[in-house]
């Protein structure tokens, strides 16, 4: 039977397999493909590669790899991704500040294209025209729309390339002479947390900015914060709340005046990409995200894009190596000659695939498709948010009465007061429906947040699906709250154990630390 | 309307000398041995003089002496005086009872706005007759302020009673009456009770938020910020340690120990004095530069003037705004939920000198830029 078209609510069930860790399967001496022997030759030149790696750096026993047989490696990670509810599965748009738009599968296909894949990131720089056009091809298109003069395309991810722009920053300060008297950054509490977290690596002071009554970045704040020893100001236009900053160029003015540089953190760029642009409003430096707005694939964690924009003054700061065109010649080739460079960030040019993947979204759009990108993500946003501000329970702080631009942090604070039900029981409520949204705003400033952002890939009826579960659970909410108290029900878990998030003591990331925490297999060095 | 007054005339008086309460008769006789002159009338009557406008068109139920009649007459005020035990000379006799008594006779006269000037003791006292019965508003006077009744200061509470009494629409809100074990209190913990509710007239900036205490997550925010501070102390200068966990983990960073509701010296990394009264305070710290290191009372943002008295007006003019250490965990703030921190030294002029915005340490390498207002 197909979903209920009156009610848009689905009667859905998660799959639930009790999954061993894929090291818990392993079964000594299988293999997925037995290989033949190595004829002699190739024997000996391998055994003559190892010769070179230095004896300190050999295994002297194999890695702990599991073993097992092909179909089994399948089933495994079959079962895993149906416990998932991925951004192809589900109506994603629960996980604002995400952007989760639709990744156009085409464009997989042409990363997988043996002409891109088979490449060799070692091979010359003339056997790599086409992959260098690309690559400063993408460039130039950043640089349009950001009006920025140079591009790196070379972070893996948003935080990566905070880092990257706060070591250029250190570098720019250090290289004027303004080691000893530049010594702060000032950012805000709605920007993303990292802007606030990688100063600190780089021997900055970090003061944050509190939000004015109405949201925005507080200028008087800005103010009082200002002085000789800024260094910069990182910042995000509009903030993960939804709300756009006119005064924008008042906040990079006043950073400028005192001689400090301004970052932009464009994570948020869907809502106003072809209709503002960082160098209008006086950035020195920016960067976008392919994976977010460019529609490539978050990947689960990475790989992702985080390409950094900067004015011409700072482009000798940059990462290396820059893609050049030779007009002379008509060659593309690797510039690796910038002394004062912050050097690589990532391994040879970055993650090509992904940047591959943006670069066709950009042309298949060309600038009027960017802008009308941008104008239906915005219009889909305020969609969204009209009709859930007409959900009991639920409000939008500050601005009232003002659109929002691709985004809206919501508050589920009077649900909360009315039926003791927040947003962690409605988060949880919300798998029952096959659908999924997160809280994770820390510091929650938006009392029982959630955030909400359609992009320009969904469809009004996609959109209704998400509201009439919202409304549903509220309705939940006052009907049998003990019942919202315990969801999941249909999901492949019921209950997330907390304490073993609170407590850093538990935590294990990898195998290697569960084994260490849990069963004592590696026993701690005297 | 008919109103209730009654003033808590000692509230308070444990405040300045660093006896973190005024509540039972020995301690009490401890605080005037330590000098303490009572500070609820003086704070009374700053709130009933916003009622003035009302002069005539209201009913006025109040205790003897400056158990509320003096006050009200000082702001011209004709009140109708109960038999609540009280004699003329109601500060030096004070007991609960008196209290009791008093708010027992309004409720059969049926008040519609019970304003009382005290701390966590009196609205205990008032919670046990009046529960829900009354409509009831707290100004600050006690230097235990942890339970949501009270106006955010005597002024604020003047006004929202004058709002009320006028006939404009305020919403009402059951708040809790919490009061902390101050035995416990002096031995340094904080064991906060819950003990009743009460029903009162509700503006957000009016009224002051429910105190929270610092989450588990918050102790490495804490121990960040002591680090910072106790790394950039200068030589030859005299740290003021305000009451709190926050300020325990700076002289913790430092290897000595800290009273956790007094406020502690530190000079060189050595503890000068600990506990001390204001004057005790004063006295210790006159040969050498001043910085006073506070950290906000949770939920309500005051950093000064709760709870920490005894950090007087001279020395906050001596350190000044620039020496003056705000530390605060970033969950801390945020419970805040955007209301600004502040200051009530006792001396308007003085609070408003440290007006404006202020630089709150957060973390290791972290501050904030937070907005701070006199009351």
């Not at chain 1, 639709?102 to 043996?114: D, F, M, T």
């Not at chain 1, 066709?360 to 969609?383: C, D, K, M, P």
Request: aromatic fraction near 8%; proline fraction near 6%.
């Amino acid at each position: 039977m197909g979903m209920n078209m009156q009610t848009k609510l689905r009667d859905f069930h998660q799959a639930r397999w009790d999954e061993p860790i894929i090291f818990e399967l392993s079964a000594p001496g299988e293999r997925g493909i037995l290989l033949p022997p190595a004829e002699e030759e190739v024997a000996r030149q391998g055994a003559e590669g190892l010769e070179k790696i230095p004896s300190y750096m050999r295994r002297t026993a194999p890695p702990a790899l599991p073993e097992m047989g092909q179909m089994r490696v399948l089933k495994h990670y079959l079962r895993l991704s149906q416990e998932n509810l991925g951004a192809d599965l589900n109506v994603d748009i629960g996980q604002g500040t995400c952007t989760m738009k639709y990744s156009p599968k085409i464009n997989e296909v042409l990363a997988a294209n043996p002409a891109l894949s088979e490449l060799h990131p070692k091979q010359d720089e003339s056997t790599l025209q086409g992959l260098l056009e690309m690559l400063y091809k993408t460039e130039h298109a950043l640089k349009e729309i950001s009006g920025m003069d140079r591009f790196s395309l070379q972070a893996g991810g948003g935080s990566h390339a905070i880092y990257a722009i706060v070591s250029i920053i250190r570098a720019w300060v250090d290289a004027t002479g303004q080691s000893d008297t530049k010594d702060e950054i000032i950012t805000t509490i709605f920007s993303h947390p990292s802007n606030a977290a990688t100063p600190i690596l780089k021997g900055f002071k970090v003061i944050n900015l509190y939000p004015d009554a109405e949201g925005r970045p507080d200028f008087e704040a800005l103010k009082a914060a200002v002085n000789e020893r800024t260094a910069a100001l990182l910042i995000t236009n509009p903030e993960d709340i939804g709300i756009y900053n006119p005064r924008i160029k008042e906040f990079t003015d006043l950073v400028h005046s005192v001689g400090g540089v301004c970052s932009y953190d464009q994570a948020n760029l869907n809502g106003i990409m072809g209709i503002t642009r960082a160098k209008e409003a006086g950035f020195d430096l920016c960067f976008f995200n392919l994976h977010k707005t460019f529609s490539a694939p978050h990947g689960c964690g990475g790989p992702g894009g985080g390409v950094i924009g900067v004015t011409s003054e700072l482009a000798k700061f940059l990462p290396v190596p820059l893609v050049e065109f030779d007009s002379s010649e008509e060659r593309y080739y690797l510039n690796y000659d910038l002394p004062q460079s912050i050097g690589k960030v990532k391994d040879f040019y970055g993650s090509v695939p992904v940047i591959l993947k943006a670069y066709a979204w950009i042309l298949s759009l060309g600038q009027e498709g960017l802008t009308e990108a941008a104008r239906v993500a915005v219009l889909n946003n305020n969609y969204m948010f009209r009709n859930i501000l007409k959900i009991p329970g639920a409000s939008a702080p500050y601005a009232e009465g003002e659109h929002r631009v691709e985004q809206v942090r919501y508050s589920w604070k009077k649900l909360k007061e009315e039926t003791g039900i927040g947003t962690a029981e409605v988060q949880n409520r919300m798998f029952d429906y096959g659908v999924h949204y997160w809280t994770s705003h820390e510091p929650w400033i938006v009392p029982e947040p959630f955030t909400v952002e359609p992009t320009e890939s969904y469809s009004k009826e996609e959109l209704d699906e998400f509201l009439a579960i919202m409304k549903q659970i509220v309705k939940e909410a006052h009907e049998d709250p003990e019942m919202l108290r315990h969801a999941p029900h249909k999901s492949t878990i019921h209950h997330v154990d907390h304490d073993y998030l609170d407590d850093p003591a538990k935590w294990a990331m990898t195998w290697r630390a569960y084994k260490k925490k849990y069963t004592g297999y590696f026993e701690p060095k005297s | 309307m008919k109103l209730g007054v009654i003033v808590n005339p000692v509230a308070g008086m444990g405040g300045a000398v660093g006896l973190k309460g005024t509540d039972g008769a020995q301690v009490l006789a401890e605080a005037r041995r330590r000098g303490a002159i009572p500070r609820s009338p003086e704070r009374a009557v700053r709130a009933l003089r916003k009622l003035r406008p009302l002069r005539e068109n209201l009913d006025v139920f109040t205790c003897p002496g400056t158990m509320g009649e003096t006050e009200l007459r000082e702001c011209g005020f004709v009140p109708k005086v109960l038999d609540c035990g009280a004699s003329g000379d109601s500060e030096s006799s004070f007991s609960r009872e008196h209290t009791l008594r008093g708010v027992r006779l309004m409720k059969e006269f049926g008040v519609d706005l019970l304003l009382f000037a005290g701390g966590d003791g009196t609205a205990r006292d008032i919670c046990e007759v009046a529960g829900e019965s009354l409509l009831v508003l707290g100004i600050p006077a006690g230097v235990k302020i942890h339970s949501p009744v009270y106006a955010t200061s005597p002024e604020s509470a003047g006004e929202l009673a004058l709002s009320y009494l006028s006939g404009s629409r305020i919403p009402e809100k059951i708040a809790e009456v919490r009061d902390i074990d101050e035995e416990a209190f002096r031995l340094g913990r904080v064991q906060a009770r819950l003990y009743g509710y009460l029903r009162i007239p509700f503006e957000r900036r009016r009224v002051q938020g429910l105190k929270s205490g610092s989450p588990a997550s918050d102790w490495v925010a804490q121990q960040a910020i002591a680090a910072a501070v106790a790394e950039e102390m200068e030589p030859g200068v005299c740290y003021v340690l305000g009451p709190g966990t926050t300020t325990r983990e700076v002289a913790d960073a430092l290897g000595v120990p800290k009273t956790l509701l007094g406020v502690d010296v530190v000079r060189d990394g050595n503890l000068l004095g600990k506990d001390l009264g204001a004057e005790e305070l004063e006295d210790l710290v006159k040969e050498n530069p001043v910085r006073v290191v506070v950290t906000p009372i949770g939920g309500q943002g005051y950093i000064l003037g709760r709870g920490n008295q005894q950090i007087g007006p001279n020395i906050l003019r001596r350190c000044g705004r620039k020496g003056l250490l705000v530390l605060c965990a970033p969950e801390k703030l945020r419970a805040l939920e955007g209301e600004p921190l502040r200051v009530d030294t006792g001396d308007p002029d003085l609070d408003r000198e440290f007006e404006g915005y202020v630089r709150v340490r957060t973390g290791y390498s972290q501050e904030s830029m937070y907005p701070l207002r006199g009351w």
